[in-house]
């Protein structure tokens, strides 16, 4: 009975920590609904006034971005703000041959007028913290607005975002991200719903009601002092830009989230470069709840909610981790709850899943509903891209909880950018990109051993106890089985 007691103790507690999360999530709901009955404007630059006019930075950090970054040269250039109280500064870290065709893209904006440098550095040393920070020396703007390679402003961008910094007490402006490849592949509508419940769900939610939120790396605007005041970029997690977040709102600056500012962007497209981006940002939540966790706590500048949102929040991605030993235990469990009857009240801890994925799935909705309308056919629609997104995430599990164990240990990694492709129409291939990866992971072994095991699952559920089965689990297990057979097979398909 001492294995049977282990293994109910690690499996109710992983649920607990779940449903924990999901009533976070109900709590963002709840704030992000009556957030949508404000008006809350606040004081704004009159950018028609050349006095008003603040001096901006663009950072665009780059590495090897062959197949995106004219794309984003020429997007850039597009940018509607006085040429007089605009710089641009090229961040670029690459090691391939862009460095040259990048120069020359580089002379020419240079010589239709822009103010456009190109920064090169001799060394990746803090990636792209350092070539943020390293930037931030000689930048002329008193705002510093970043973009991704991937990420392309609308013409107007600077004209939306600028004015709300005339309220001195805001340290960050963040927009939304748009998705401009949202329908190539079933890999990427699950990214885009994520995202989506990301920028709508969770920033307004904490936002709206001054709960820690974080700059999302890109498609936002930093002011300067802010940056210095909170410590400036350090490169010693892989989510620099949740890291600084912190650093900042523990200082008391306010952020301020745009969620009607899109900026769209390009989503991976091929599962070995969502897999690197996966790795790195749940690595990089598990680094910064390490960094952040005792000032959070220690704090005497925020109420105790915004604590616990902060906890959580921070947590984020070791819910990877829960998923992955429910998943894992609910086999031994089924076993042992059809062996040991006098232990079946302990097994009403199995519903707090199902508490918590009608949880998510009523959060989740409401989003969709927001952005896509109600009705029946919308809401079947939505039931599909649930239940796949959630089945695929699952399925993600195992390759995150490595990326989550390794934060919380303190082992260190390299900084991988993700692949872009200058993907957006179904005729478009990704076939070819020379930045892929080859090899395939020993992750993807063990995730095919879990698609098999999960089928077991499902196979016990005809076979346990003796009334005929027990099926409370079986449509648990069939989502592992899909979500696991997914990336596994993805990830053997997907090669360049």
Known sequence: MILETIIIVIYSTALILIFMYALAQLNLLFNYISAQKKQNQGPEFDLADPEEVPYVTIQLPVFNEMYVMERLLKNIALIDYPKDKLEIQVLDDSTDETVKSTASHILELK??????????????????????????????????????????????????????????????????WGHINRNYSILT???????????????????????????????????????????????????????????????????????????????????????????RWNKGGAENFRKMLWKVLTSKNISAKTKMHGILHLLNSTMFLNVLIVGILSIPMLYIKNEYAHLKPYFYVMSFFVISTIIFFICYWSMYRRSYGGGLKNFVQYIILFFTFFSIAMGFSLH??????????????????????????????????KYLKKNISLNVVFEGMLMIYFAFGMYSAFIVGDQGGDFGLFPFHLMLFLGFGYVFFKSLTSKA
């Open 189 to 279: 509508k699950i990214q885009a719903f994520a995202l989506d419940a990301h920028f709508t769900l969770e920033q307004v939610g904490r936002n709206s009601k001054g709960h820690f939120m974080n700059f999302n790396g890109t498609a936002g605007v930093w002011r300067k002092e802010c940056i210095i005041d909170a410590g400036n970029w350090e490169g010693d997690t892989l989510t620099e830009d949740l890291d600084l977040s912190y650093r900042a709102q523990l200082k008391n600056w306010k952020f301020k989230y745009l969620e009607n500012v899109h900026t769209p962007a390009e989503l991976p497209v091929v599962i070995s470069a969502a897999r690197s981006q996966q790795f």
């Open 111 to 176: 010589q239709s007028g822009l103010d456009i440098v190109h920064i090169c550095r001799t060394n990746r040393q803090g990636f792209k913290a350092g070539a943020l920070k390293e930037g931030l020396v000689i930048a002329k703007g008193e705002f510093i607005a970043i973009f991704d390679a991937d990420f392309l402003p609308e013409p107007d961008w600077l004209k939306r975002t600028i004015p709300h910094f005339k309220d001195e007490e805001i340290g960050v402006v963040q927009t939304r």
């Open 400 to 433: 995150n909880s490595i990326a989550v164990l390794e934060g919380h240990i303190g082992k260190r990694s390299e900084f991988v950018r993700t692949p872009k492709f200058n993907i957006s129409t179904l005729k478009d291939s990704w076939k070819g990109n």
